[in-house]
T-cell receptor, first 112, second 111 residues
Framework: DAKTTQPNSMESNEEEPVHLPCNHS???????IHWYRQLPSQGPEYVIH???SNVNNRMASLAIAEDRKSSTLILHRATLRDAAVYYCILRPRIQGAQKLVFGQGTRLTINP | DTAVSQTPKYLVTQMGNDKSIKCEQNLGHDTMYWYKQDSKKFLKIMFS???????INETVPNRFSPKSPDKAHLNLHINSLELGDSAVYFCASSLMAGELFFGEGSRLTVL
C-alpha cells in the first residue's frame, strides 16, 4: 500500500484558511488521493478526492502538485466544527472494494 | 434518517464472553466494511462484503466472524473476547468504487 506522510498536528484560528499538507512520493499513476476526516467521537467522513487536477467541493479544495508527489487540503475559512483528524489516503484506481488504508493523520486544532 | 447505524454504541463485557455488533445501512450501497480503531487511534480494515460475499479479509483472528444476511446488513460476531479486543469498531458502506460512509462506532470494552 502506497504510503502518505502528514504532520502529526496543526493549529489555526477560526475564520482563517487552513492548508493541510500530505506527501506521497511513492504514488503510482493510478492512485487517487482521498481525504477523510474524523471529528471527535464520530466515524470518519469523506471530504474530497482527486487524481491530477485541483478539485473543489462545498467542504474543501484539493490542490495536487504537478508531479503528484504531494497534495494540500485547503479549508477556506475554518470553523470550530472543522477541528478533527484529517487523513490523506491513496486509493488505487482499480475496480473493487475500497481497501482504504488510514495512516496517523493530522490532528487539526481550531482556536476561537 | 441515519445512513449507517450500528448497535450497540457501547458494550462492556468480561473476557471469554461472546458478543455481536450489528450494522445496517439505508443508502442502497452494495459494499460494507468493518474497521477497528484501537487505543492509539489507528483505523484498520478488518472485513469487506460486496453483495453478501466476503471480498476483503485482513489478518484477523478467526474469533471474529462477519455475517451479511443481506446487502443492507453486516454483523460482527466475536467469540472468546480478549482484553486486546477493546476498541471502537466502525461499520462503513459504499458503492463498490465510491466514497465510504461510516457509522458512529461501537465502543467495546473487555474487562
Amino acid at each position: 500500500d502506497a504510503k502518505t506522510t502528514q504532520p502529526n498536528s496543526m493549529e489555526s484560528n477560526e475564520e482563517e484558511p487552513v492548508h493541510l499538507p500530505c506527501n506521497h512520493s511513492t504514488i503510482s499513476g493510478t492512485d487517487y488521493i482521498h481525504w477523510y476526516r474524523q471529528l471527535p467521537s464520530q466515524g470518519p467522513e469523506y471530504v474530497i478526492h482527486g487524481l491530477t487536477s485541483n478539485v473543489n467541493n462545498r467542504m474543501a479544495s484539493l490542490a495536487i502538485a504537478e508531479d503528484r508527489k504531494s497534495s494540500t487540503l485547503i479549508l477556506h475559512r475554518a470553523t470550530l466544527r472543522d477541528a478533527a483528524v484529517y487523513y490523506c489516503i491513496l486509493r488505487p484506481r482499480i475496480q473493487g472494494a475500497q481497501k482504504l488504508v488510514f495512516g496517523q493523520g493530522t490532528r487539526l486544532t481550531i482556536n476561537p | 434518517d441515519t445512513a449507517v447505524s450500528q448497535t450497540p454504541k457501547y458494550l462492556v463485557t468480561q473476557m471469554g464472553n461472546d458478543k455481536s455488533i450489528k450494522c445496517e445501512q439505508n443508502l442502497g450501497h452494495d459494499t460494507m466494511y468493518w474497521y477497528k480503531q484501537d487505543s492509539k487511534k489507528f483505523l484498520k480494515i478488518m472485513f469487506s462484503y460486496n453483495n453478501k460475499e466476503l471480498i476483503i479479509n485482513e489478518t484477523v483472528p478467526n474469533r471474529f466472524s462477519p455475517k451479511s444476511p443481506d446487502k443492507a446488513h453486516l454483523n460482527l460476531h466475536i467469540n472468546s473476547l480478549e482484553l486486546g479486543d477493546s476498541a471502537v469498531y466502525f461499520c462503513a458502506s459504499s458503492l463498490m468504487a465510491g466514497e465510504l460512509f461510516f457509522g458512529e462506532g461501537s465502543r467495546l470494552t473487555v474487562l
